[in-house]
């Protein structure tokens, strides 16, 4: 999503990201704020909303998207808005896209970064070494490909595991019993009940 592609979208409207998971083939740069529900707001808005929480900020950006933001200008936005907050400690910034997570860590170490993945190429070992080496701190793993293995590589380089998305209370259970640090899940209930017993 570069700077210019968002100033034709939207001409005189300031850039600013929205969060929202569209489901129905449209790609946000190309929508005015208008066309969006009035329940989505902004990232500031919705930072706003969640102060005195810990926050996962995931940037939507991959190179085959119609909205790829190869310039990083979200990424640099993110980091301007935690800056102004000075909510470094309550933020955790995740993307597929590693160049985007790498970008954040270049412009301010000091906001935690994650970097969400499925299968990788290399083994576990050489990902979270090179994760670390990255200067990142988390890992963001689809749930499938969680093992004792996958946990111990993260350990041995000292990054924390968050693992996506888990609905079943049986593996939530076994991944706890692996170490994971966290669960993204759609049902918060049964994953507090899960916790509540371990």
């Not at 600013?16 to 066309?35: C, N, W």
């Not at 935690?112 to 070992?125: I, M, Y």
């Not at 963001?140 to 490909?145: C, K, S, V």
């Not at 924390?160 to 939530?172: A, K, S």
Request: proline share 5%; with cysteine; net charge negative.
């Amino acid at each position: 999503m570069t700077i210019e592609r968002l100033k034709a979208a939207h001409e005189a409207q300031p850039f600013r990201p929205f969060v929202i998971h569209l489901a129905d083939g449209r790609a946000i740069v190309d929508l005015k704020r208008t066309d969006l529900p009035d329940h989505v707001c902004d990232l500031s808005a919705a930072l706003d909303a969640c102060e005195g929480m810990s926050v996962n900020i995931e940037i939507k950006n991959w190179p085959d998207d119609v909205d790829f933001d190869a310039g990083e200008a979200v990424a640099q936005y993110v980091v301007g808005e935690v800056d102004r907050r000075g909510s470094h400690g309550d933020v955790l910034v995740s993307c597929f896209h590693r160049p985007t997570i790498d970008c954040i860590h270049a412009e301010d170490p000091g906001i935690p970064t994650a970097f969400l993945h499925h299968v990788v190429s290399g083994t576990w070992e050489e990902l979270a070494a090179d994760v670390a080496a990255g200067g990142h701190a988390f890992l963001h793993p689809w749930d499938g490909i969680v093992d004792d293995r996958y946990m111990a590589a993260a350990q041995a380089n000292g990054l924390e595991v968050n693992v996506w998305t888990v609905d079943d209370p049986t593996r939530m259970a076994g991944l706890i019993e692996l170490g994971v640090h966290g669960l993204c899940t759609n049902v918060p209930d049964v994953a507090r009940k899960v916790l509540d017993h371990h």
